[in-house]
């Protein structure tokens, strides 16, 4: 079956202006992650939902970033008036249950640029 | 210090020779994820565990609970196993704290 799918898969804008970050997970997993990933490094966790709750938003790094996921499925990740520093693979993974029994599968991740 | 650390940061190896990346976290974890990213960037779970020995073919993952370690070893590495390799604690529900990652370069 189809894997986790994002889109989309680069983006590039101008300081100040606000993105979605879709993510679409694999069919009937109850569990999503967003995570961020700056060059170089290893990803890094910014929020977690349980069907549509967003149970852990502790590592979206301000007010600017927010993240909703309404039926329960396709999740959005919005970040307000980017900044530069917001340049990063943004990514997405799902789990069939809980994350800490279960697999994660990764999507392909969205390039986000902020020139 | 990371919660997650991992070593060596590179490393290099000629075909066929069995390789060790090792992994030390310092957070309280349900299981310790090994994956793997691909040159492409894609990223590609290959163990979960939370106690003693996992086998996938020529990976080999281990972790020691109480000494809080955990190591992945290749056996008769290839030059397609040339990749990013990074360990990760997961904690409950699943949130997964990345180590800083390894690139592993296999040479013909």
């Known amino acids: 079956g189809a894997g986790v799918s994002q889109s989309p898969r680069y983006k590039v804008t101008k300081r100040g202006q606000d993105v979605a970050l879709r993510c679409d997970p694999i069919?009937?997993?109850?569990?999503l992650y967003w995570y961020r990933q700056a060059l170089g490094q290893g990803p890094e966790f910014l929020t977690y939902f349980n069907y549509e709750a967003q149970q852990d938003k502790s590592g979206l790094p301000n007010d600017r970033f927010s993240a909703e996921r309404p039926e329960g499925s396709i999740s959005t990740l919005t970040i307000q008036r980017t900044e530069q520093r917001d340049s990063a693979m943004y990514r997405c993974a799902s789990s069939l249950q809980r994350g800490d029994t279960d697999t994660q599968y990764f999507g392909p991740g969205t390039r986000l640029t902020v020139l | 210090k990371n919660e997650v650390e991992q070593s060596p940061q590179n490393l290099t190896a000629q075909e066929g020779e069995f390789i060790t990346i090792n992994c030390s976290y310092s957070?309280?974890?349900?299981?310790l994820h090994w994956l793997q990213q691909h040159p492409g960037g894609g990223i590609v779970s290959l163990f979960m565990l939370s106690s003693g020995k996992k086998k996938h073919g020529r990976l080999i993952a281990t972790i020691n609970i109480q000494e809080k370690h955990s190591s992945l070893h290749i056996t008769a590495s290839h030059p397609r196993d040339s990749a990013v390799y990074i360990c990760a604690a997961g904690t409950s529900y699943g949130k997964l704290t990345f180590g800083q990652g390894t690139i592993l370069t296999v040479h013909p």
């Open positions: 957070v309280g974890i349900s299981a």
């Open positions: 069919s009937g997993h109850v569990s």
